[in-house]
Antibody, heavy 118, light 108 residues
Framework: EVQLLESGGGLVQPGGSLRLSCAAS????????MSWVRQAPGKGLEWVSAIGDNGRSTYYADSVKGRFTISRDNSKNTLYLEMSSLRAEDTALYFC???????????WGQGTMVAVSS | AIQLTQSPSFLSASVGDRVNITCRTS??????LAWYQQKPGKSPNLLIY???TLESGVPSRFTGSGSGTHFTLTISSLQPEDFATYYCQQFHLYPPITFGQGTRLEIK
């Protein structure tokens, strides 16, 4: 089955760090760009970051630039998002999605919740 | 960044109705536009890409049209399972990839 499965979310204090993971299965992970998209409670979709298929190209929304780092391990079929200096406004459901390199998001994970609060 | 504006933001309709949701972009994006459906508590689901190409497995009552800066998602005959929130998204120029603010479609 073709799927994406996120993990790593949780409750973290402001200024803290967290690493999200997204495990891909059922398709050739190394052939596709990948992205993270988030959704704050009751709000719309916000693209966070994207990475090219070979990991050499990375892109970030201004709201997370300098604080978040996207990476991937094609040998493990896994996408990552390292988040640091977390703020209350980073509280959201974080989805990984296949696509982003001038491609729409054909495949989405179920999301992992990140809550930033003291 | 390219801004996307959807209208309406909220739509009330009945089963069997034909509905249109529009998405306007702040600059031309050719046909690099996608439409997603999201139900409460679920991840988004791609319906249409390249403005008018139906994603595999999506019912044919969903159609997309437009190019440049004006796009439309049409649902020809609403079914109970279609009541959800719909988002447009551009992938012509990035970063950033941008989404519309969403259109919430509810049962009248």
């Amino acid at each position: 089955e073709v799927q994406l499965l996120e993990s790593g979310g949780g409750l973290v204090q402001p200024g803290g760090s967290l690493r999200l993971s997204c495990a891909a299965s059922g398709y050739s992970f190394r052939s596709y760009a990948m992205s993270w998209v988030r959704q704050a409670p009751g709000k719309g979709l916000e693209w966070v970051s994207a990475i090219g298929d070979n990991g050499r190209s990375t892109y970030y929304a201004d709201s997370v630039k300098g604080r978040f780092t996207i990476s991937r391990d094609n040998s493990k079929n896994t996408l990552y998002l390292e988040m640091s200096s977390l703020r209350a406004e980073d509280t959201a459901l974080y989805f990984c999605a296949r696509g982003g390199d001038y491609e729409p998001f054909h495949l989405w994970g179920q999301g992992t919740m990140v809550a930033v609060s003291s | 960044a390219i801004q996307l504006t959807q209208s309406p933001s909220f739509l009330s309709a009945s089963v069997g109705d034909r509905v249109n949701i529009t998405c306007r972009t702040s600059q031309g994006i050719y046909s690099a536009l996608a439409w997603y459906q999201q139900k409460p508590g679920k991840s988004p689901n791609l319906l249409i890409y390249d403005a008018s190409t139906l994603e595999s497995g999506v019912p044919s009552r969903f159609t997309g049209s437009g190019s440049g800066t004006h796009f439309t998602l049409t649902i020809s005959s609403l079914q109970p399972e279609d009541f959800a929130t719909y988002y447009c998204q551009q992938f012509h120029l990035y970063p950033p990839i941008t989404f519309g603010q969403g259109t919430r479609l509810e049962i009248k």
